[in-house]
């Protein structure tokens, strides 16, 4: 016998027993109140209209493949937690995708989440001072883990541009232009960090390091 079912059936048997002046039947568990937590994107009346097909149905037989295939059409939601609240209430806690940027594709806009997925684009409130990438996905992809890995202050980028020669350039949030090479544009990154804070470089707007070993300033 599957182990869930058995602790069901023990769980019926268990109640049935307490219950003396009841009759306590298996309808007694059917669904009845969903409780939605941890959503910040999504509204909650739009999950449980997503979920409407499993009201009625018995929790005692709910798992969490049957919620998944709902929930998994909504590009928002990474994963969620269920926990049942006998006789007739369910909760779920949800774990949204959190965008990172905004990718521009044409005249289409999709989100960015923090694993590089493509996401549909809604114009939430949260998310208006998200940067704006103008490239390809995967390359973006690299490029974002590499300025990770150097540990480079993302909050303070306002746009990515990348080129047909497989370049990018950087926007600053204060308006600032980092111009890199096609290759080895680690080394230049790294130099535009112990640049930036030094008082004789503040006035610069344009750091263009596209030419081999050198570093003009505008």
Known sequence: MNKKIAIAVALIILLTTYSSREKITISNFN???IIIENNYLLKKKDLKEMLSPIYEKNILFLNNTKIEK???????I???????????????IIFEAKPIAVLQKE???FYLTEDINLIEYRNF????DLPYVFGSKEQFKIFYNNLKKINFPLKLIRRYSLYESKRWDIETVDKKIIKLPSNNYIKSLENYLDLINKNEFLKYKVFDYRLNNQLILK
């Open 78 to 92: 990474r994963s969620f937690k269920l926990k049942k609240k006998y006789p007739d209430t369910i909760k779920i």
């Open 31 to 33: 669904l009845k109140k």
């Open 107 to 109: 005249k289409n806009k």
């Open 125 to 128: 409130k949260n998310f208006q």
């Open 70 to 76: 709902i929930l998994i059409q909504n590009d928002f």
